[in-house]
């Protein structure tokens, strides 16, 4: 069956990798690739790429309608917002019009984050939480999120999955951790995890742990990560009906870090530059939170949000599907010289 195919976010780093990398995957055979834009500029940037650029609202129904019945676009690969679900449920309810008028198979891939599977949004942290888990979807639903910031991304997943289901629509929640390494799109090369702790320490002067203990969190680079994508798609292209819906969580990683392991890297790194007086990292006190805080934008309470906590989330599903991590966990640590100058390369996609 003939597949036309939707990407979003390809400006950004997620999406712009894997737009890159596209021409080298080796594809099953599909009949087209559309790119959501938003300039002109970005619109000539995914040409290069053979995509044809597409530029429509998210919030406009009918546009969406437009496009998706439209061009009978059967497969939507979400990389734009994790935490709202408008948009998502607006693409969803085309797909299921296409599917009901077509009768063929439609797909919704929606990007999450590793946080919405953590201590921040009271998962379970006490033992591995595996993303091939059948009752995944359960306890993502009994979630009582500590951090009332994250219960918005929470009810996403759940509606994604409700509202997919509802319209015989396939669904996919893919979970991006902490990405690194630099993305090779026309857009945003550095991710946001990393360089929420630069931004933190260049402001205060030191790298702060923000938790006690010794914290992990699940890790990945970015080729993984994007080689997980291109692996989904690519049973999506031959109708393989990979695990979907209530069953279908995809994380990319090979395994996890401790927080302090990484902050001692970067701040080793920042101290042989000289963004930081020294490579010690302490305890973060209530002063310096606050100034922590004021540099990502959030009030001292949601720092360790932002660059910290605990998760246990797993990677399992995707070797069903042939997805292997060409980088180990520890790579991260290794090259976190190396991700640290790339960070402060670019100051102008630093986000909150």
């Given amino acids: 069956m003939a597949h036309r195919i939707l990407l979003t976010g390809v400006s950004g780093y997620l999406g712009g990798t894997l737009l890159a990398r596209w021409k080298s995957a080796n594809l099953p055979p599909y009949e087209h690739l559309y790119a959501l834009v938003r300039t002109v500029e ?35 690969f ?27 198979d439609v797909h919704f891939l929606h990007t999450s984050g590793a946080k919405i599977f953590s201590s921040h949004a009271g998962a379970p942290t006490d033992q591995p939480l595996y993303d091939d888990d059948p009752n995944l979807y359960d306890v993502q639903k009994s979630q009582k999120p500590p951090v009332s910031l994250i219960k918005p991304a929470i009810d996403t997943n759940n509606t994604v999955i409700e509202q ?3 319209l015989g629509v396939r669904s996919y929640i893919f979970v991006p951790c902490i990405v690194y390494g630099e993305g090779e799109g026309f857009g945003n090369p550095v991710s946001i995890q990393t360089v929420a702790i630069v931004r933190a320490a260049q402001a205060v002067g030191r790298v702060y742990s923000v938790d006690p203990g010794r914290p992990s969190w699940p890790v990945c680079h970015v080729l993984d990560n994007t080689s997980l994508y291109l692996a989904l798609l690519r049973q999506i292209l031959l109708d393989k009906s990979p695990d979907s819906g ?11 870090i401790a927080w302090e392991d990484l902050y001692a890297s970067i701040a080793a790194s920042l101290a042989k530059r000289g963004v930081i007086a020294d490579a010690k990292v302490e305890e973060a006190t209530d002063e310096a939170l606050t100034g922590m805080g004021a540099a990502l934008g959030c009030p001292k309470e949601l720092v360790p949000l932002q660059l910290g906590g605990h998760c246990t989330f797993t990677a399992r599903h995707g070797e069903k ?6 980088y180990p966990a520890s790579h991260i640590l290794e090259t976190a010289d190396e991700e640290t100058g790339l960070i402060l390369q670019h100051p102008k996609y630093w986000k909150y």
């Fill in 164 to 166: 997919a289901e509802e």
């Fill in 246 to 256: 209530k069953n279908g969580y995809y994380l990319a990683s090979p395994g996890s």
């Fill in 78 to 104: 979400f990389l734009v917002d994790a935490f709202y679900s408008d948009a998502q449920v607006l693409l969803i309810k085309a797909l299921g019009e296409l599917k009901k008028s077509t009768g063929k």
């Fill in 321 to 326: 599907l042939g997805w292997r991590a060409e």
């Fill in 42 to 76: 970005q619109a000539q940037a995914v040409k290069r790429y053979g995509a044809e650029p597409l530029t429509f609202s998210l919030k406009d129904e009918a546009a969406i309608r437009e496009a998706i019945v439209g061009k009978e676009i059967d497969v939507v």
